[in-house]
């Protein structure tokens, strides 16, 4: 029938119509056998990725002064993935706290948060350093929850953020103070 089909479209005769399909077909097979070959044989070679990999790219490092850039620039919504204690005592300016943990809580301020998280700003997201850790797993989680653009992490922290004289708030007993 599909045949009978593609006749009417194309006007051609069967056994002519035949022909265009087996060539067509000769064609993508030997294409992917290429594709394949110069694949094996390329020194880099194209890699078969899985979408957790592919996701993962959609995840940034950059540098406390890049931050800063996007800070001054007001393009991004700063978001400290620590615990809401560590958040209380000192933070980025206009930062929100959505802690990396995988709880009730966490999903709450996400919640809280949706249109922030969701809006046009890029996210930045930091804790207390490299080794911390908590930026990159609430960044796999916005991921894994369907967020699909660019997610940034400041490197090395806050703690770099303020070594490098940054704005901080800090929580005392006179309340927010800025350094």
């Known amino acids: ?12 005769e069967q056994e ?9 077909a000769s064609i993508i097979i030997l294409s992917i056998i290429v594709g394949f070959g ?16 592919q996701k993962s790219k959609n995840i940034i490092y950059i540098s406390s002064e890049e931050a800063k850039i996007k800070k ?10 620590r615990q809401a204690d560590e958040f209380g005592i000192s933070r980025i300016p206009g930062a ?7 709880s009730s809580i966490s999903a709450k ?24 850790g908590s930026s990159q797993t609430l960044a796999e989680t916005l991921i894994g929850m369907g967020y699909s653009k ?9 703690n770099e953020w303020e070594s490098m004289g940054m704005p901080v708030e800090r929580s005392g007993a006179e309340g927010i103070k800025n350094k």
């Open 1 to 12: 029938m599909l045949k009978k089909i593609l006749e009417k479209i194309f006007k051609v």
């Open 16 to 24: 002519e119509l035949s022909s265009i399909i087996k060539d067509a």
């Open 38 to 53: 110069v694949n094996l044989f390329h020194p880099k070679g194209f890699s078969f990725i899985s979408t957790s990999v």
């Open 72 to 81: 001054e620039g007001m393009i991004a919504l700063f978001i400290d993935s």
């Open 96 to 102: 929100i706290n959505i802690p990396a943990v995988m």
């Open 109 to 132: 301020k996400m919640q809280e948060n949706f249109e922030n998280l969701s809006g046009p700003k890029e996210l930045v997201i930091y804790c207390d350093g490299a080794s911390c």
């Open 150 to 158: 660019h997610i940034y992490i400041i490197k090395n922290g806050i």
